[in-house]
């Protein structure tokens, strides 16, 4: 069976250190790395 995992990317720096902000209504990603905060981000499927 093929786990398949996604992971979040940053769409203005390309980090993967991307993690939900959950201190604003409704679902945002802050980035770690460059500060960007928005609604969406760039998903990836890794298969490690
Ligand atoms: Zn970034």
Known sequence: ???LKTV???PKC???SVMP???VTGTF???ND???RGAF???EDTEN
């Open 1 to 3: 069976m093929t786990v």
């Open 8 to 10: 979040k990317r940053c």
């Open 14 to 16: 390309g980090s993967l």
């Open 21 to 23: 902000d959950w201190a």
């Open 29 to 31: 990603y802050r980035c």
């Open 34 to 36: 460059c500060g960007w």
């Open 41 to 43: 981000v760039l998903e």
